[in-house]
């Protein structure tokens, strides 16, 4: 059983930053792809960002479109953490971000969050004009 506790979210201006952290529990495997979702209200669950297994000791790092030169997915495999540094963030970037885990081949392309994996609870950042 894999637990995923999210933390690091909370208000802050636009133009300001935030490092979101995921410490996961349990039986992850290196080769696990781990990444971020987020859900706005009243939308669905969208992809921001993860990291992919490539093989070998290089891990791939993917962002949607609305992150990327903003935001920085990062893990740590001896602290089995995964991380998510919000740089510039903008008003449309409030959401509840979730932390995921899944195998090694990630949630396809596009990212879909229906593929069977592990979340965390969630964690609400709010980005105020």
């Known amino acids: 059983q894999v637990q995923l506790v999210e933390s690091g979210g909370g208000p802050v201006q636009a133009g300001g930053s935030l490092r979101l952290s995921c410490a996961a529990s349990?039986?992850?495997?290196?080769?696990?792809?781990m990444g971020w979702f987020r859900q706005a209200p009243g939308k669905e669950r969208e992809f921001v960002a993860a990291t992919r297994w490539s093989g070998s000791s290089v891990y791939y790092a993917d962002y949607a479109d609305s992150v990327k030169g903003r935001f920085t997915v990062s893990r740590d495999n001896a602290k089995n953490t995964l991380y998510l540094q919000m740089n510039s963030l903008k008003v449309e970037d409030t959401a509840v971000y979730y932390c995921?885990?899944?195998?090694?081949?990630?949630?396809?392309?596009?990212?879909?969050?229906?593929?069977?994996?592990?979340w965390g609870q969630g964690t609400q950042v709010t980005v105020s004009s």
């Open positions: 349990g039986r992850i495997f290196s080769s696990y792809a």
């Open positions: 995921a885990v899944t195998g090694a081949t990630g949630w396809g392309n596009p990212p879909r969050p229906s593929v069977t994996g592990y």
